[in-house]
């Protein structure tokens, strides 16, 4: 087997078995018949989340105290990943078969194939079933409002959706895999839970959700410059994208978003499709007027997503591709 140096004889390379994970994911997808059994990891992230969100999170606190709490419950929540994350990692390299566990985790915790699924939904249920069934298809994978968008906005939402989550649930896991294995993974799998439960600026999370927020973009900085950057790439084979029009709406526009990382995704696929992203935008709680990112129409058309699945297909195997390279020179090394 290929071992790595620092490994027992009997260890498979986790470069390797992250590969393998990923071809599963492809094929199996979110193995949701196991999880009415077993609660998902995420989900299990979420309910710690939500734990101590509800016992810290005081409206009678300042916000100064708030701020400290959400701080000591994302520090917390970080070392409980690596309590359990190094253990794991023991037991993976030290048991026969023990690198299941590993392969089990890794299959669970990225998300290529639950994504396709997703947005596939959301591309047949408005184009066969119209508007309505778009929206409530698209509400399961954003936060806006559904009962304000017509069909471009559902449309332009599942593009959205696509190329942002390529980034956070498929580029940035493996990027924090790569650099630090199992622990690495589950912190940043926490870290990215905490921010989509807690992050957002709204009356009750603005303060005690700060430092959740912030270490998500922190930790999302290269990975979002490297999903925009693969999206481009894969612009390359997508018979009806635009690479130069990726490369080249990610350079002017990924600084137009409110977040410092999404927009480097976005802009990649609107630049790729001729689409504009973004633009003003309406939530439960909050209308967003944001600028559009690309110059393309903003009237994107259900035929928008199924080309947006394809040039997200194509940059999860470029992203394989460049995981294989990773192993070939650690085994030249």
Avoid at 1 to 12: D, E, K, R, Y
Avoid at 18 to 27: G, Q, R, S, W
Avoid at 226 to 244: D, E, H, K, M, R
Avoid at 269 to 290: F, K, Q, S
Wanted: aromatic share 8%.
């Amino acid at each position: 087997m290929i071992t790595l140096g620092w490994a027992s004889p009997a260890t498979i390379d986790p470069l390797l078995l992250l590969l393998v994970a990923l071809a599963v994911d492809a094929y199996v997808g979110e193995m949701s018949f196991l999880f009415r059994v077993v609660p998902h990891p995420v989900v299990a992230m979420g309910r710690a989340i939500d734990w101590l969100e509800r016992r810290l999170n005081r409206a009678e606190r300042g916000a100064a105290a708030l701020r400290i709490r959400g701080a000591l419950s994302i520090a917390a929540l970080c070392l409980a990943g690596i309590v359990i994350g190094t253990p794991l990692v023991w037991f993976s390299r030290h048991y026969p078969m023990g690198w299941l566990v590993e392969l089990f985790l890794l299959i669970t915790l990225v998300a290529q194939r639950s994504l396709y699924d997703h947005v596939n939904l959301v591309y047949r249920t408005l184009r066969d079933e119209g508007l309505y069934a778009g929206r409530q298809a698209v509400s399961r994978i954003v936060g806006r409002d559904p009962a304000a968008l017509d069909e471009h906005g559902v449309a332009r939402a599942a593009i959205e959706s696509c190329a942002e989550n390529f980034s956070d649930g498929v580029v940035a896991p493996v990027f924090w895999y790569v650099l630090f294995g199992l622990p690495g993974l589950l912190v940043y799998k926490i870290v990215n839970t905490a921010d989509s439960m807690i992050g957002h600026p709204s009356p009750r999370y603005a303060d005690f959700g700060k430092a959740a927020a912030r270490l998500d973009d922190a930790m999302n900085l290269i990975p979002a410059r490297l999903s925009g950057v693969l999206l481009a790439i894969a612009a390359c084979f997508a018979p009806t994208a635009n690479p130069a029009g990726a490369f080249a709406t990610m350079w002017r526009d990924a600084g137009k978003h409110r977040s410092p990382n999404a927009g480097w995704p976005e802009a990649a696929m609107a630049g790729a499709l001729g689409v504009a992203l973004a633009g003003p935008r309406r939530y439960a709680e909050r209308t967003v007027e944001d600028p559009w990112i690309g110059n393309g129409r903003a009237r994107a058309l259900p035929e928008d997503i199924r080309r947006a699945l394809v040039v997200f297909g194509i940059a999860c195997l470029v992203h394989w591709a460049l995981i294989a390279a990773l192993l070939v020179l650690r085994l030249r090394a």
